[in-house]
């Protein structure tokens, strides 16, 4: 008569073993920790942080190395890294109510949660289940493969960082031509053959012509620009395709004092071209170090 007054899931849930249980938050963890790793690759990809980008995909990594480990029923790995999502997830809730914050909150429930999985009973008894089961063999290959991908995700970032100051340099080359052209000359032509699309929309060529002029009156005569500098990002842009977006300053010497040159550059298809540019006076004090050679 027990079975009558039970839900047709508490039934079918007792009659499950409990190791088969703990599979099951094992595969839920790694499913969802799976779904945020693929969200934040593409994020980072689409800002172009290829520093945080190359960090999170070692961490991806190194989550994937320990949960096998869990997997195969290293119980001292389990605890540790249980605990700490515990106390880290506790303490995200502290902070979370100090700060008011939602994401805080919602990394806090989930670490909690993810701990509080790695340390039930049911995690324990399958890891020993396959304690029992797996065979040293496929542990050295599973340590191989995450040695070959850490060796991977190390060249990538490599890779993607000296494409990064290529882009830079070529930034940096093109900031200094667009400053000869623009404040030096004047030259109308060659500044609206490199100014971008989404710049010349809304009668963008009598902006263009405004901004010459304006920057002829108020500076007056260019006597010297220092070569610029800046940072170049490279970003995905959908469908896949590579896009890189650039900030260059420049320090310049003017019959009307110092001024900081400014440009935000776009490069989508091999080509700069100038998406937003301006000037900036500098006090007294900085007059000076434009002059320094």
């Known amino acids: 008569m027990a079975d009558e007054t039970r839900s047709l899931w508490e039934i079918y849930d007792s009659e499950i073993e409990p190791w088969r249980r703990g599979r099951r938050i094992l595969l839920a963890i790694g499913a969802f920790v799976f779904l945020l790793q693929g969200l934040s690759v593409m994020a980072e990809m689409v800002l172009g942080r290829l520093e945080v980008l190359v960090v999170l995909g070692i961490l991806i990594v190194v989550f994937w190395l320990q949960f096998y480990f869990v997997w195969i029923g290293v119980h001292w790995l389990r605890w540790v890294w249980g605990g700490w999502n515990l106390l880290s997830g506790f303490a995200l809730l502290i902070w979370a109510l100090r700060d008011q914050s939602v994401v805080e909150s919602l990394l806090g429930v989930m670490n909690i949660l993810v701990g509080a999985g790695l340390c039930s009973p049911s995690v324990y008894l399958f890891a020993k289940h396959q304690k029992e089961t797996i065979r040293w063999k496929e542990s050295v290959i599973v340590a191989a493969v995450s040695f070959v ?58 902006r263009v012509r405004y901004f010459l002029e304006a920057a002829k009156q108020r500076i007056g005569r260019v006597q010297q620009i220092r070569h610029a500098d800046g940072i170049a990002l490279v970003h995905l842009s959908f469908p896949f395709a590579l896009e890189t977006d650039a900030e260059t300053i420049a320090y310049a010497e003017t019959e009307r004092g110092a001024v900081q040159l400014c440009f935000v550059l776009l490069n989508s298809h091999r080509e700069w071209q100038i998406d937003r540019m301006w000037w900036n006076y500098l006090p007294a004090s900085a007059k000076q170090e434009t002059r320094a050679p």
């Open 149 to 206: 991908s850490l060796v991977t995700v190390a060249g990538a970032g490599l890779g993607a960082w000296a494409l990064r100051e290529q882009y830079r340099r070529d930034a940096r080359a093109f900031a200094d031509d667009a400053g000869e052209h623009i404040y030096r000359e004047h030259d109308e032509q060659w500044t609206l053959a490199h100014v971008s699309q989404r710049s010349l929309q809304q009668n963008g060529p009598e």
